[in-house]
C-alpha cells in the first residue's frame, strides 16, 4: 500500500505541489508569527525585570496586603542578614535593597508629585540593565546628592541633566523632611507610566531623607528567568514566613500578564485561522484529485480490494503529502527565521512606552512542533471526507468514467 501510494503521490505531481504549497505557506506563516509573538513577550518580560522589579522581591510580612495604607511600618529593619542567606543560593546573582518613598519634587517653580527609590548604584547595575539613559549619566556610588528622572518627570519640571531640584517627603516618624539634588540624568523604561512619576536616588540619601536605616525591599536578580519559581520556593525554605513575604516580578507586573493572555489568545486564533485555510486549501486539491481518480478505483475495487483498502490507500497518500509540506515549511520557516532575525525589524513602541525595539523571530520547540501538527492534521483532515466518499463508490458508476 504505501509503495502504491508512493507512486501515487508523485504521478500526480501538479496536484501533489499545490497541496504541499498551501501546508508550507501555513506552516512558515504559523512558525514566524508565532515567533515574533514570543520574541515580543521576551523583550517585554526582560525588560519589565530588569527595569523595575528583578526576578524577585522580599518583603516583611504583610507589606503587600497593608504596606500601601502604612509604608513605612512594614519595613526589613535588618537587611544584611537575610542578604546574605540569599546570596548563598544557587542562580542566584545579585540582591540589593531598595527604599520606595512618595513625595513632592521642585524645580523652584513647580512642584510635582512623584514615586521614587533609593537605590544602590552599583548593585543595581546588574538588575536595572533595561533603564535607557537618554540624557546624561547613570547614578555613581560617590555622588550622594544626585538624581536621575523618570522622562515624564523631566518633562513636567522641565529638567536636564545640570539641573537642580528639591525633594520633599515626610520622614519615617512624620517629620517633613527636604533634600537638594543635583539631576545627572533622564532614564527610560518599557513603562511610561513608570518614567512619568518616577525617580531614582542614591540609597544612602534616601536613608537621610527617611530618618532611617530599614529597607522596603530586597530585590533578587538571577541568571535565568525560568529559575524564578524554584528559587522562590527556596527563599521559603530559608526565610521565616513570620517575618518575610517573597513575591515574583510576574505577581508584580501586572501588565505583563494581561499582555500576554492577549497576545496568546489572539494566536491562537490565528492558529485556527491559518488551519482553517490549509484545510480548504488541501480539500480542493484532493477533490479534484479524487474526482479524476474514480475511475481507477472502480477498476481496484473490480480487481478484488476492499472498499477499506481504497480508503487507507488514500489517506496514505495525503499523510506522505502532509508529510511533505509539514517538514518542507518548517525547514524553510526556520531559515526565514533565522534571516530575519539577523536583520532584525524595527518595530514602533509597545503599549504605554516610549520606544521601539527591534523584533526578532525566536525559534521555539514547542512552536515548531505545534505548527509542523498544525499542518500534517489540516492535510490529512482534508482528505478524510473525499477519500470516504471515493470508497464508497459503486463499482459500476466508478468504471463508466474510464469509458
Known amino acids: 500500500m504505501w509503495k502504491l501510494a508512493f507512486r501515487n503521490v508523485f504521478r500526480h505531481r501538479g496536484r501533489t505541489a499545490l497541496s504541499v504549497a498551501a501546508i508550507i505557506i501555513g506552516v512558515i506563516s504559523l512558525v514566524i508569527s508565532g515567533g515574533l509573538v514570543k520574541d515580543f513577550l521576551i523583550q517585554l518580560r526582560e525588560g519589565t525585570i530588569h527595569s523595575q522589579f528583578g526576578h524577585l522581591q522580599i518583603y516583611r510580612a504583610g507589606y503587600s496586603a497593608r504596606g500601601s495604607r502604612s509604608v513605612y511600618r512594614y519595613m526589613i529593619e535588618d537587611p544584611q542578614e537575610a542578604i546574605l542567606k540569599v546570596r548563598r543560593l544557587d542562580h542566584v546573582t545579585n ?11 521642585s524645580n523652584g517653580r513647580v512642584t510635582f508629585p512623584i514615586i521614587g527609590e533609593g537605590v544602590d548604584p552599583e548593585k543595581e547595575r546588574g538588575i536595572s540593565s533595561s533603564i535607557k539613559i537618554i540624557a546624561g549619566a547613570s547614578l555613581e556610588q560617590n555622588l550622594a546628592g544626585a538624581m536621575i528622572v523618570g522622562q515624564g518627570v523631566a518633562q513636567a519640571l522641565n529638567l536636564k541633566p545640570g539641573g537642580s531640584a528639591t525633594l520633599v517627603l515626610n520622614t519615617r516618624a512624620g517629620a517633613l523632611n527636604s533634600l537638594d539634588f543635583q539631576v545627572i540624568g533622564v532614564f ?7 518614567d512619568e512619576r518616577a525617580i531614582r536616588i542614591p540609597l544612602a540619601a534616601a536613608e537621610e531623607l527617611l530618618d532611617t536605616k530599614a529597607v522596603h525591599s530586597l530585590v533578587v536578580a538571577l541568571d535565568e528567568t525560568v529559575q524564578t519559581d524554584n528559587v522562590a ?11 518575610f513575604e517573597i513575591r515574583p516580578w510576574y505577581e508584580l507586573a501586572d501588565f505583563y500578564g494581561k499582555a500576554e493572555n492577549l497576545y496568546e489568545r489572539y494566536f491562537f486564533v490565528l492558529r485556527l485561522t491559518i488551519f482553517g485555510l490549509v484545510l480548504l486549501g488541501v480539500a480542493n486539491s484532493v477533490n479534484m484529485t479524487i474526482y479524476e481518480r474514480t475511475g481507477e478505483f472502480g477498476t481496484l475495487m473490480a480487481l478484488g480490494n476492499r472498499r477499506r483498502s481504497i480508503l487507507r490507500l488514500l489517506m496514505a497518500e495525503n499523510l506522505i503529502v502532509g508529510l511533505l509540506g509539514s517538514d518542507a515549511g518548517v525547514v524553510l520557516a526556520i531559515v526565514l527565521a533565522l ?3 539577523a536583520i532584525g525589524i524595527p518595530m514602533p513602541p509597545m503599549p504605554d512606552s516610549d520606544s521601539g525595539y527591534t523584533a526578532a523571530v525566536r525559534l521555539i520547540p514547542y512552536e515548531i512542533e505545534m505548527s509542523f501538527l498544525v499542518g500534517l492534521l489540516a492535510t ?8 470516504w466518499r471515493a470508497s464508497r463508490v459503486s463499482v459500476v458508476e466508478a468504471l463508466a468514467r474510464n469509458v
Do not use: D, H, M, W
Not at 540582591?95 to 519634587?105: A, K
Not at 527610560?188 to 513608570?194: H, I, N
Not at 520556593?233 to 517575618?243: D, V
Open 95 to 105: 540582591v540589593t535593597p531598595r527604599v520606595n518613598f512618595s513625595g513632592l519634587l
Open 188 to 194: 527610560q523604561t518599557f513603562s511610561k507610566e513608570y
Open 233 to 243: 520556593k527556596r527563599l521559603a525554605q530559608i526565610l521565616p514566613s513570620s517575618e
Open 339 to 341: 534571516a530575519i532575525s
Open 380 to 387: 490529512c483532515g482534508a482528505g478524510l471526507l473525499p477519500a
